[in-house]
């Protein structure tokens, strides 16, 4: 059964500065890996999707690079902003007990970027 | 916008209520999910849906009544629900249940058993 790990659990670092969120996870026979952001009390918003044929994905601010071999995901952010305050959470698609597919999510990283 | 809207946003509901969750999707997608997050714990799925059609269904509780009348609509019907019940529902969608594809989440319902 896939196991998602985000580390650490919260962050908290000063407005400028570029930080690193990590993701492992136990299959490495992944197909893709997503990393989402969550506001409070809100939906996840869709970051950055990463297929297994893939090394790194960007959007702006943001790189992302999976590691098939080793398990691991890492979510970079440059110049971080107060507005990145959220969760992030990384996924992997694999199939459950019955037969189907489901995402499985790690328990997410909280950032808080003080002004 | 995200392509996937939930309503109502909020919902507030006695142990005895029947209520329904509604989720649309206007983004061509074959599949649609329902997940339940809890505080504190990973996002679980509920329920998936390929073309109209349910695949799976989480050993999920039965006051839990899941619809999909056409691929871009999803209900969850609540009835008798328990405190416990109390959580962010999200919906999402993704082209088709293979693993190669992404999903898209809606904002959520976030509902409140009392």
């Known amino acids: 059964k896939q196991e998602v790990t985000q580390i650490p659990a919260a962050l908290s670092v000063p407005e400028g500065e570029n930080l690193v969120l990590n993701c492992s996870f136990t299959d490495s026979a992944i197909y893709n890996l997503q990393w989402f952001r969550q506001d409070p009390g809100k939906g996840l918003t869709s970051l950055l999707l990463i297929q297994s044929s893939q090394r790194e994905q960007t959007s702006g601010r943001l790189n992302a690079s999976l590691d098939k071999s080793s398990g691991r995901s890492t979510l970079y952010i440059a110049a971080s902003q107060p507005g990145d305050s959220a969760t992030y959470l990384c996924a992997v698609p694999g199939y459950s007990g019955a037969g189907s597919y489901q995402l499985t999510f790690g328990k997410g990283t909280k950032l808080s970027v003080i002004p | 916008e995200t392509g996937v809207t939930q309503t109502p946003r909020h919902l507030v509901m006695g142990m005895t209520n029947k209520k329904s969750l509604k989720c649309e999707q206007h983004l061509g997608h074959n599949a649609m999910y329902w997940y339940k997050q809890s505080a504190k714990k990973p996002l679980e799925l509920m329920f998936v849906y390929s073309l109209e059609e349910r695949v799976e269904n989480n050993s999920v509780p039965s006051r839990f009544s899941p619809e999909c009348p056409n691929s871009s609509h999803l209900f969850l019907h609540l009835h008798t629900l328990q405190p416990e019940d109390s959580a962010l529902y999200l919906c999402?969608?993704?082209?088709?249940?293979?693993?190669?594809?992404?999903?898209?989440f809606g904002s959520g319902t976030r509902l409140t058993v009392v």
């Open positions: 999402a969608s993704s082209q088709g249940t293979e693993l190669i594809y992404g999903y898209t």
